[in-house]
C-alpha cells in the first residue's frame, strides 16, 4: 500500500541525546516536509525539502537537522541543543494538492 | 504576517445540527485551502480542499471560499458525535509551496 510511514511510534530521548525519527514514504512525491504539534497547538513547520539533496528551514528550525539523500526518506534529528523536544512529530508529503501524513511520532525527555 | 486564524473553541453543537467552522487567512497569495480533522493523539487526516472562490460541498461537509474577505469555512450538516474532532484549516501557496495550518479549532458533538 501506498503511505507514508514514521517510526518509532513513541521516542524516549535523554538529556544531552540526538535522536533520530525516520520518515519514509513510496507515494513518489518530491515534497516533505515536518511539523511538530505541542499540546492544544497547531503544525508548526521545523523542515520541508522540495527535491533532492536540498531542503529548507522552516519556523522553527533550531535543534534539528535533517537530510534528503534519497525521494523516499526524510529523517528528522533532534538534537542536543533542542531544549524543550517533547512533543507530537508529523511527517508529510506531497506533489500537488494536499499534504499526506504520517501517523506521527511522540517523542518524550525523559 | 502570513497566518491562518482559527477560533481554539471549544465549539459545541447537539447531534444532527449544523456544525460552522471559520477561518482567516492574511496572505493574499494564498491559493489553495485545506482542512483537516484530528482526533486526538492521531495524525491529520485530509476533510476538503477548496482553490475557487464559492462552495464545495462532499457529502455532509461544505466548504466556503471567499478570496476577497480571506476566510474559508467548513459546514459539518447533520453533525454526529464520531466527528468531535479539532479541525485544522491549513493554506497553501504556489510561490512557498508550503502549508500553513491554524491553530485548529475542537468540535464537540454532544448526543
Known amino acids: 500500500d501506498g503511505g507514508i510511514t514514521q517510526s518509532p511510534k513513541y521516542l524516549f530521548r535523554k538529556e544531552g541525546q540526538n535522536v533520530t525519527l525516520s520518515c519514509e514514504q513510496n507515494?513518489?512525491?518530491?515534497?516533505m516536509y515536518w511539523y511538530r504539534q505541542d499540546p492544544g497547538q497547531g503544525l508548526r513547520l521545523i523542515y520541508y525539502s522540495q527535491i533532492v539533496n536540498d531542503f529548507q528551514k522552516g519556523d522553527i528550525a533550531e535543534g534539528y537537522s535533517v537530510s534528503r539523500e534519497k525521494k523516499e526518506s526524510f529523517p528528522l534529528t533532534v538534537t542536543s541543543a533542542q531544549k524543550n523536544p517533547t512533543a507530537f512529530y508529523l511527517c508529510?508529503?506531497?506533489?500537488?494538492?494536499?499534504?499526506?501524513f504520517g501517523q506521527g511520532t511522540r517523542l518524550t525527555v525523559v | 504576517q502570513k497566518e491562518v486564524e482559527q477560533n481554539s473553541g471549544p465549539l459545541s453543537v447537539p447531534e444532527g445540527a449544523i456544525a460552522s467552522l471559520n477561518c482567516t487567512y492574511s496572505?493574499?497569495?494564498?491559493?489553495?485551502f485545506f482542512w483537516y480533522r484530528q482526533y486526538s493523539g492521531k495524525s491529520p487526516e485530509l476533510i476538503m480542499f477548496?482553490?475557487?472562490?464559492g462552495d464545495k460541498e462532499d457529502g455532509r461537509f461544505t466548504a466556503q471560499l471567499n478570496k476577497a474577505s480571506q476566510y474559508v469555512s467548513l459546514l459539518i450538516r447533520d453533525s454526529q458525535p464520531s466527528d468531535s474532532a479539532t479541525y485544522l484549516c491549513a493554506r497553501r501557496d504556489n510561490y512557498g509551496q508550503n502549508f500553513v495550518f491554524g491553530p485548529g479549532t475542537r468540535l464537540s458533538v454532544l448526543p
Open positions: 477548496i482553490y475557487s472562490n
Open positions: 508529510a508529503s506531497s506533489i500537488e494538492g494536499e499534504a499526506f
Open positions: 507515494l513518489n512525491h518530491d515534497a
Open positions: 496572505d493574499r497569495g494564498s491559493q489553495s
